[in-house]
Every structure is written in structure tokens, then in C-alpha cells.
């Protein structure tokens, strides 16, 4: 038997805090009214509808919702890929117009320089800051180290697996320590083993490097394992539904999972999405 | 397992025969220009021709022709390559550029570089800069548009990847955007290629005073036939192996694949 993470004089609780004016005030990421359009062949899609969130310094939200709701487009308008059609983003009170290095992306997609080894696309980074080479190729083999991949430290990208680039690309980012991490379901392309070695690899570093997080996944027990806060997105066009306090103690462990506290927290969440996918769906048939 | 064995024999009978090929090609054209049916004057015998090279060889006269040809076809490759990788980069990743200069380039592209020679005359006479100039007109069209197209196919992603780890804009564009269109580019230098030696023989005829297809061209004034089939012979050689050595070389450069 594990011990338990949870005592029992601390209640499990779960509260709906939207809008987080404590957290706000410190905010480091603050979301405002934002909507993002596209212009696709069947006319405009509205991809992420009026979302304002507020995320605090040194906080991990995670962001969950159904297939195709705007959890990338939401992420990627943090990183200031997207161009508003309505709102702002706000890092540390400046708004986002284009990428900035201090602010580090996973992508949903390894996105690895394909003709770069696997040390030189780590080291790509704080090259392109204008660090020496030498410093970028030795902060490159630490985190290849990290990722556990020294043996593949000059492999190309293609003859890596799925879930290895994808451990290069979440290096990568942490090459240039950001002080925010974008990730976009990063683990998702991991097997089970891996992937809890890498969360418990994320917990560990984030204690380490005290960045901001904002995590997208699929895997509600992702969610509440990693996060102080989840955020549950309804089906398109993108609202957040509830923002959901995840108040387990910490340092967690991927033992938490078995905790009945944490079970009836996922069963909330999990009702809730559940009923927002069904209804995704439904509007899908009839769109089609 | 005797299908197997059929497909070998096969496959040995078609290796054989392929090198038979040209010997017998050669023969058969040797016996017929002997035979009496044709006019030697105009359809001489291999051995005619062969003699003639070999003439031409010893004369000396080869190897500055063959000097000159490569010369303007290197020269106006590099150049028209050159032009058409960098100005390829900046119409495919800046709108404004390329709304200032593709609809010009795209009227230009479609005219045969051949049609240039009139005017090309005119404003270089018979220098080599009026050869230069059509050579590199033919190539940079070429390799302009395979860059151009290039550039907009790289994947998005990598240039967001590059983007958010902040890469400077120069190293974005010689990178980045490069590496990302080369295997598209390195395809449009392939045909660059062929198509400098079609310029060439268009600048050559148009007047010079050294080079293969000059060489040609001055032995067809004289009815030396032979001489005229060795030219020929020499430029096709020379064309399959600027083909074969470039498609070597591009392998190696999309070297991470
Ligand atoms: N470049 C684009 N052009 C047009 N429509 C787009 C574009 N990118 C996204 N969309 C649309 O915006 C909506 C949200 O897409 P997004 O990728 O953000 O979803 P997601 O929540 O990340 O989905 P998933 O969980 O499957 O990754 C979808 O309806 C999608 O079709
Ligand atoms: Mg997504």
C-alpha cells in the first residue's frame, strides 16, 4: 500500500472560482474577452468565443474539453501565433502580438527541424538567443539527459518514435528557460509508462525552474494529477465551462490516482465533459 | 519458385541486351553508311565520326571549346541559381514582395529564353555578357519559381517551432525557410541544368568565337558532317554528365534524409 498523499484533515475541494479576482491581481497570463476566427472554405469558424481566464505566477492550469473546441487555437494565441479577432492576451501586462522567446511551446506535433540532430534541435534555441555555441550544445546534453535520450543525442529526428520527438520537442522548449510553458497535449503520443515517468519528470522540474504552466490534454487524470487548477472548455465554439480548484496536496505522486477524494473529483469532471462531448457531437450531425 | 527462377532469366536477358544496345545501334549505323544506300557526305559511318573527335581532340581545339561552353553554362547557372534562390525566398515569405514582383515574373517566365537572342544581340553584340544573360535568364525563371513554391509548402509548424524559440529573422529565412523548400529547390536546379545547356546552344549560334556548339555550327559551314555528329556527341555527353553529377549532389544535400 501506497501512503496516502491526502490526509484526511484536509478536505478535498471543489470550487468554482471564475472569475479568480484574487489570482488575477497577480496574474502573469491574462486572457480577455478573446476570440479567434477562421476563415475556412464554409465560411468563418468561430474557434475560441469570448474566453478570459487569468492564470497566476507559478500556477499550472490545465485546459480539458472535447475534440476540435479551441484548446489549441486558445493556446496558440498565448503564444501570440494567433491574431485576435476580438479580446487580447496579456503577458505580464504586455499584450502578445508576436512569439516571444521567454514564453516556451510544446505543439500538439513534434515539430523538430528535420535536418537537425537531435542535440543541435535542442540547442536551436539558445543559439538563436545568441548564446555561445558551446553553452547551447552543453544546456542541450543536460536535458537530453532528462528526456533519457543520450543515446540518440545526434539521431535525426525521423528515426526517432513518435513519443521520443515529442520528448525532444518538450526539451527544446525548456532550452531556453521560459518562464512560461505553453503545452499542447504533450504526452499525448506517450505510452503509459513513459508518459508517467514525464509527468512525474514535469512535477519535479517545475518545483525546479518555478515556471508558469498551462498544460492541454485529454486525460482528465493528467489533469488533476499535475494541476492547481483545471479548466473545462465546452464543446465549439470555445467557452471555458467551469474552472475547477484542484486543491490535493503536494509534492503528488501518479499514486494519487487511486485516492477516493481524487476519484469523486474525476467523476465531477468527468460528467462534465462527458455531457459537453455528447453535445459536441450532436451539433457535428448537424452541421454535417 | 520457377517464377522466380523465369524472373531472373529475364531480368539477366534484359541486362544483356541493354548493354548490346548502343554497340549494335552503332553497328548496324556503320553498316548501313558503308552499304552505298546513303550519302556518306551527309550520314557518315561511325569510324568517320570517331576520327573526327579524335582530330578535333588532338588539335587542341577541344578543350578550349569544351572551356568555353562550360564556362557560360557554369557562370549562368551560378548566377541565375543564385538570383533565383534569394529573390524564390523573399516573394514566397514576404506578400508585399511578391505582389510587387510575381505578376511581372510570371509574364516574363513563359517566353522561350531562345526569343531573347534578337535583342540580346543588340544590346551585347557578340560578347559574352549578351551569352551570359541568357543562359541566366533561363535558369533563374526556373529555379525562381521552384524556390517560390518552395517556401510556401515549408510546414508551418517548424516555422512556429523556429518562431517561439526566437529566431532572428535572417536565420529564419536562410534556415529555416531554405531548408525547409530545399527538396522542392534542389528539383528546380535539376531542370536549371537541362535548361542552361538549351540557352547555351541558343547564345552559341547566335555568334561566338569558341565553344562546342560554335564548333558545330563552323563545321556545318565546311559540310564536315562527321565533325558535326562528334559536336553533337560531345554536347549530349557533356549534358548527361552535368545531369547525372547534379542529381548526385542533390541527394547529399537534402543530406538529413
Ligand atoms: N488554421 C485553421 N483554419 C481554419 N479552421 C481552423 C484552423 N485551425 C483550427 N481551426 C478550427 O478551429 C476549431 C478549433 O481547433 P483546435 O485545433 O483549436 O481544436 P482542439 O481543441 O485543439 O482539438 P484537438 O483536441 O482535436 O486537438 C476547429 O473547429 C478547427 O476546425
Ligand atoms: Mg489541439
Redesign the interface.
Known sequence: MTPSLLRPDQPLRLVDTYPPSAAARQAIIRVEDLSIVFDAPSGQVIAVDRVSLAVAQGEFVSIVGPSGCGKSTLLNAMAGLERPFGGQVLMAGEAMRKPRPEIGMVFQQPHLFPWKSVRRNIAHGPRALGKPKAEALRIADGLIEMIGLTRFASAYPHTLSGGMQQRVAIARALANQPSVLLMDEPFGALDAQTRAVMQDNLLELRERINATIVFVTHDIDEAILLSDRVLIMSAGPGRILRDLQVSLPRPRTSAIVAEAAYLALKRDCLDLIRSEGRRAFEQMEIKT | MSVGRRSSATERLSVLVAVLSVPAFTGMWELVARSGIVNTVLFPPPSTVAVAVLEWIRSGQFFADLMASLARVAAGFAIGAAGGIVLGILTGRFRLVSSLLSPLFHILRPIPPIAFVPIVILWFGLSETGKLFLVVWGVFFTVWLATHIGVQKV?R??I?????????QP?MLSE?VL?GA?PYITVGLRTAVSISFYTLVAAELAGAFAGIVYRIEIAQQNMQTGQVMGGLAALGLLSFVADRSFAILAERAV???
Open positions: 510546414d509548424g517548424l512556429r517551432a523556429a518562431q517561439m524559440l526566437g529566431t532572428p536565420q529555416i531548408l530545399l543530406w538529413w534524409r
